[in-house]
């Protein structure tokens, strides 16, 4: 099975500054998808950022980006000019295109802003 | 917009106990999902359900879980003589595609076994 690893259970930034979450995952297949989940606290996951391994380019959206490389397996999340409502547990999550449908999650890591 | 609804939100039950967790998914959606998450560790993959069956699920889901779609609309999951370490938050989540689809999730039920 593939598995998902996220190394910083707790990371801090202030608010406006930037901070990058960390995700490696181990897998065999060459065609699979990615993506950055955030829990708010007693809130459900929702998504920050998708990305498919067949796209080089890196995905965006607004002050959040990845940078994927897929030889190393990272898939690190980049969270620009940080807001107090981005405090929240992120996961990082593998879905493969072509075996099975689930999810396999990282366990997360707990981001606190800073004011 | 449309949401994934679950109850209850937080069920406390004895050991040996049977439980159900109730699941509305987005209304057309057609994958299912369970997944549980123990304190501190990892979300876990339980089962996927699509066309009124299982579709996939894991070593955790054994002949102590079952899923139903009873009417169309309610996705549950019972969990029958439940263990001490069955205490976790279940997860209900639903998509309408396979592959690179985005899985939207309820908010969890929060399961204690006391």
């Known amino acids: 099975a593939q598995t998902v690893t996220q190394s910083q259970p707790e990371m801090s930034v202030q608010e406006a500054e930037t901070v990058t979450l960390s995700c490696t995952y181990d897998t065999s297949e060459s065609d699979y998808y990615l993506f950055w989940y955030k829990q708010p606290p007693s809130r459900q996951m929702i998504l920050v950022i998708r990305?498919?391994?067949?796209?080089?380019q890196n995905a965006t959206e607004n002050r959040f980006s990845v940078n994927f490389q897929k030889a190393a397996k990272s898939f690190s999340l980049k969270i620009s000019d940080s807001q107090l409502g981005d405090a929240a547990m992120y996961f990082c999550a593998y879905r493969s295109a072509n075996t099975g449908n689930q999810f396999y999650f990282g366990t997360g890591t707990s981001l606190t802003v800073i004011p | 917009e449309p949401e994934v609804t679950q109850t209850p939100s937080h069920q406390v039950t004895q050991m040996g106990q049977e439980v159900i967790l109730r699941c509305v998914p987005i209304s057309n959606h057609l994958y299912f999902y369970w997944y549980r998450q123990i304190l501190g560790q990892k979300v876990e993959f339980l089962v996927s359900f699509y066309n009124n069956e299982i579709s996939e699920k894991s070593e955790i889901f054994d002949d102590q879980f079952s899923v139903e779609r009873p009417d169309g609309s309610n996705f549950t999951l019972k969990i029958r003589s439940t263990k001490l370490e069955d205490s976790a938050m279940y997860f209900c989540?639903?998509?309408?595609?396979?592959?690179?689809?985005?899985?939207?999730f309820g908010e969890g039920s929060r399961l204690t076994v006391l």
């Open positions: 989540a639903s998509s309408n595609i396979i592959g690179g689809g985005e899985l939207f």
């Open positions: 990305q498919e391994a067949y796209k080089q």
